[in-house]
T-cell receptor, first 113, second 116 residues
Framework: KAGVTQTPRYLIKTRGQQVTLSCSPISGHRSVSWYQQTPGQGLQFLFE???????NKGNFPGRFSGRQFSNSRSEMNVSTLELGDSALYLC????????????FGSGTRLTVV | AQSVTQLDSHVSVSEGTPVLLRCNYSSSYSPSLFWYVQHPNKGLQLLLKYTSAATLVKGINGFEAEFKKSETSFHLTKPSAHMSDAAEYFC??????????????FGKGTLLTVNP
């Protein structure tokens, strides 16, 4: 059974650019969440999608957005990149919105220069 | 509101000795609690979870944790550390009611070092 797949694994972007990260959840998983991990702030919740709808959003500016497709795959987009957006972005999937625990992908390491 | 406090940012043990990683939580409702492990340059792996069933939870790789409501604690233990246990460990809480069980709140993490 394939795990959560995130692409790309590594990304280098310039300030002001935009970036799109992709997440393919485990087959059958309908809930997808995104987290940002930095040394200073730790792991912070970005947003959660279920059935193609954003169900909740964390405390991030509007430059951070996402979407979920009918096959449960999800993308997140960051526009007008800032140096502080450099982080490991982790995607997690779960069968439903109940607490079965989330399975995380290996993440996308974004570096903004 | 919910929060998690991992009481030690770094724990160092010798191989073969017990491991104790401490976690206290705060939650307005009945919480679900998890421990995740992250090895360098890897994603997060679920070690174990508590979701209001048995208070002593057994996980993978010999780890276990005990939910103590009176102490609002969920400490992670292992009887004998192995070199491969060296990693960062995260205690995580989420709510169990009110439709808010989608958001995981992470502790700051505890870095476990295992010395030969």
């Amino acid at each position: 059974k394939a795990g959560v797949t995130q692409t790309p694994r590594y990304l280098i972007k310039t300030r002001g650019q935009q970036v799109t990260l992709s997440c393919s959840p485990i087959s059958g998983h309908r809930s997808v969440s995104w987290y940002q991990q930095t040394p200073g702030q730790g792991l912070q919740f970005l947003f959660e999608y279920f059935s193609e709808t954003q169900r909740n959003k964390g405390n991030f500016p509007g430059r951070f957005s996402g979407r979920q497709f009918s096959n449960s795959r999800s993308e997140m987009n960051v526009s007008t990149l800032e140096l502080g957006d450099s982080a490991l972005y982790l995607c997690a999937s779960s069968p439903s919105r109940l607490n079965y625990g989330y399975t995380f992908g290996s993440g996308t390491r974004l570096t903004v220069v | 509101a919910q929060s998690v406090t991992q009481l030690d940012s770094h724990v160092s043990v010798s191989e073969g000795t017990p491991v104790l990683l401490r976690c206290n939580y705060s939650s307005s409702y009945s919480p679900s609690l998890f421990w995740y492990v992250q090895h360098p340059n890897k994603g997060l792996q679920l070690l174990l979870k508590y979701t209001s069933a048995a208070t002593l939870v057994k996980g993978i790789n010999g780890f276990e944790a005990e939910f103590k409501k009176s102490e609002t604690s969920f400490h992670l233990t292992k009887p004998s550390a192995h070199m491969s246990d060296a990693a960062e460990y995260f205690c995580v809480v989420t709510l169990n009611s009110g439709g808010s069980n989608y958001k995981l709140t992470f502790g700051k993490g505890t870095l476990l070092t295992v010395n030969p």
